[in-house]
Every structure is written in structure tokens, then in C-alpha cells.
């Protein structure tokens, strides 16, 4: 696995001297300050492949912008309506623009209007560090009684509500307000301060879509998109949802096995592909991450390693980030069906046999705590996970080795 480190851009309080002292050789990142439906121009991406390369002293970082995260696909092409075929031009030419730069890896997702979903960003564990965490009762109790969304009734138990119920009427106005901005952290028009009234308006332009629209939007997208960037030889790879399961009414299409062998099937071609993420994914616990790696690792384009502890094996559940090697995934199997994918490129002459990974996700731990960094991108706590991950990968190469086997 390629060793990479995701990077908000000179605004990260990380710095560019901080990924290279932690082991990463290549930065995932983003032009975050371009508007969903914008031309990501060749100047633009050319200051960013600058401020990766460099170190503040003016030194070679020794890094390089490996993985574009995200090229945002916007929500009038989620919808097709508006100017979404105005939007997919916009989004060949980034491409285009990205692939002239020397980057072959766009990751994107296809989540309607929540990026991802938590309920509390630093919620507290035992041993004194925090995490990000999805409460489902805290999260019911802000869709019936904060969002008052017409439907929500008929989305949850009659248990739950009442769960839901008992706890809003123990939260103050400052919990109250807490949870709406936790909540409204993915939101991909977030950091263009989103008001709430607008917030439940982008809902509402999904009221007449469901799930099997949204698939059909997604598989339009691919068709226009993907020959474009087989021409231009770079790897599109869908994030998978965050949480994989529907919220707020809105669809949900990229949360399972199933939903990425449409995908794949739906274009058929190696630049139409999957980013793995076992945090999401590992939410659903139908979903068999080792195995989905075996099945499918031929079209999976880039890795986000993490682990989520489920509280609960039904769909929809809470659950919490957890630390790499714990959680409910078998972080070691995932790891190993990961190599043997490699190995098998490899023996096949690909080019991308060394499929980019970073640690996604990490616990706030000792001195994360005097830095104001991304909710989930701490330092430290994504240095533990990438030394953890690190450590997997070389125990089970050198296991293969004398095994007589391929690394």
C-alpha cells in the first residue's frame, strides 16, 4: 500500500513538515475553496502540487499530491435538474486539468446533500482521548423535534421515537445547538455558512427522488464521465455512504457490496471504480470488508483504512470510531486480502499495483488536544493509526515471505 495522509491545504493547522515526519510519502487533498460546479483551473491545482512539494523553509517535502479528495460532483447533477449538464462539462474539464498535472486518482461521492453524518465530534472514551460518534436516538431526536421533517414519523420505531423524545427533553438549548452543528458539519456548502432554512431546503429538492432515481443519476453521471477520464487515464473511485444508511429521507446508494457491483457494471471500465472505506462500510454489518476486497479489489482505486465500533447489529445503528486495530472490522484479514490484491496486479504487470492508503479518521490523543484540527483529522491520533496499519502490512509481508510466498 501507497502510505498517504489526507491534507486540507495550508489552512490544516498539520502541516506539510508534520505528514513527512509521520511516514506518508504521497498527501491526499483537495481545492476546498473552489465552489461545487467550478473549473478547477491548472493554476489552481499547480499551487497546491507546490505547497505539497515544499516544506516551509523552502526545502523538497519529498511528498507528492497522490489522490484528489473530492472532486465534488454538485447536487444539480445528484438531482439532474438546474444546470447539471453545464456542471458535468465543468467536472470533464477539472478532470482534464488534474490529469495534465501528473494526478491519476479522483475520488468522489454521491450523497445528497450530508457529506457524512455524526452526532457528537469529540465524545469521550475511557481512557481519556475522543472520538466521533453517531448517536442514533440524538440524531431521531433532531429529525422529529429540531428538523420537524414531514414523514420522519414513518422512518423509525415507535421505541426509538419515544427514546428519541425522553432525550430532547433533557437537552438545554446549548445541546440543542451543539447537535444542529455537528450535524451540519458534512455538509458540502458548510464552510459557505449554510443557514438552516437553507439546509432544509436542499432537502426538499430530494422529496421526489428516491433510491432507485438517485441509482439512475449515478449511473448517468458515470456514462458521461467515465469514457472522458479512461481517455485521460485517471481512476474515478466512489466514496462509499457515511453512514450506509438512509437519513433525513435522503437515499442512500453506495452502501453496500451490491450497490458497488452496479456501479462497476454500470460502466465497465478500470477508470470506474471504488474507494474502499472500511469505516463506512463497516457500519452495515452485512458487509464482508475482506471478502468484498477479494471480490471486487480489482476496480478498488484507493483505501481509507479505519474501524467503527457498531453498539448495535441492526440497521440503523449508533456506533463510534474506533481505533485501527479495533472496532468491528478484522482490520488484519482486510490487510491481507488487500496484499494478495496487490500481489496479483503485480504478477499482472498494472501500473497501480501499489494502491494508495491513508488512515482515515483517528482518536484525539495527547497533544492533539492543543490543536484546533479538522472534527476526525487529528495528528497524533492519525500517526498511531498509520504506525498501527504500517505495522500490519510488514508483519503479514514478512509472514508471506516465509511462507514462500509473494509479499
Known sequence: MKQTWRWFGPVDVVSVEDIAQAGATGVVSALHHIPNGAVWTPEDISKRQHEVGFRADGAASGLTWDVVESLPVSEDIKKQDGDWRAHIETYKTSMANIA????????????????????????????????????????????????????????????LQEAAAAR????????????????????????????????????????????????????????????????????????????????????????????????????????????LCSGSLGVNADVDLPGMMSRLGHRVHFLHLRNVQREAETMPCSFHEAAHLEGSTDMVALIDAILTEENKRRSQGRSDWNIPMRPDHGHQIADDFNRRVQPGYPLIGRLRGLAELRGIEAALSVTRKAQGGAQ
Request: charge should be negative; glycine fraction near 6%; aromatic fraction near 10%.
Open 100 to 159: 495534465a498535472a501528473g494526478i491519476q486518482t479522483i475520488c468522489y461521492n454521491f450523497m445528497p446533500v450530508l457529506d457524512w453524518t455524526r452526532t457528537d465530534l469529540t465524545w469521550a472514551l475511557p481512557n481519556g482521548s475522543t472520538c466521533m460518534r453517531f448517536d442514533l436516538v440524538d440524531f431521531v431526536a433532531f429529525d422529529l423535534f429540531i428538523l420537524e421533517r414531514a414523514g420522519v414519523a414513518e422512518d423509525f420505531s415507535a421505541d
Open 168 to 275: 430532547f427533553a433533557q437537552m438545554d438549548e446549548a445541546d440543542k445547538s451543539a447537535l444542529m452543528a455537528n450535524l451540519v458539519m458534512g455538509l458540502p456548502g458548510a464552510n459557505q455558512n449554510l443557514s438552516f432554512d437553507g439546509f432544509k431546503a436542499l432537502l426538499a429538492h430530494y422529496n421526489s427522488i428516491d433510491a432507485a432515481q438517485l441509482k439512475s443519476n449515478l449511473h448517468a453521471f458515470l456514462e458521461l464521465v467515465v469514457p472522458e477520464a479512461e481517455k485521460l487515464g485517471l481512476r474515478l473511485c466512489c466514496h462509499p455512504d457515511d453512514p450506509p444508511f438512509p437519513l433525513l429521507g435522503l437515499p442512500r446508494v453506495v452502501s453496500s457490496e451490491a450497490d458497488y457491483t452496479d456501479l462497476v457494471n454500470a460502466v465497465d471500465s478500470p477508470a470506474n471504480g471504488i474507494t
